[in-house]
């Protein structure tokens, strides 16, 4: 590489995810799950027994992604 290499600039958030995380009836741990909209079933990366789970509302994940306009506005205003 020849030359000077620019700093780089902060990048803000250009999407987003939302994770949940549901309590292994089996041995407790937490299992994370990303907007998990359907009903299925989850596998427990501790015990590796498998569970069914109750889905979040879509609406409910789509409202937060609207009011953070899809992560943009969840940028802290002390790097804008």
């Known amino acids: 590489m020849s030359g000077k290499l620019r700093p780089l600039t902060p990048v803000p958030p250009d999407g987003m995810e939302i994770i949940f995380f549901y309590r292994c009836p089996h041995c407790g741990k937490h299992v994370p799950l990303i907007n998990p909209t359907e009903p299925k079933m989850a596998a427990c990366d501790a015990c590796s027994l498998a569970f069914p ?10 409202y937060l992604r609207t009011m953070l306009a899809g992560g943009k506005a969840a940028s802290s205003p002390d790097f804008l």
Do not use: A, R
């Not at 979040?56 to 789509?62: A, I, K, M, N, S």
């Open 53 to 62: 789970i109750i889905p979040v509302d879509e609406h409910g994940l789509q």
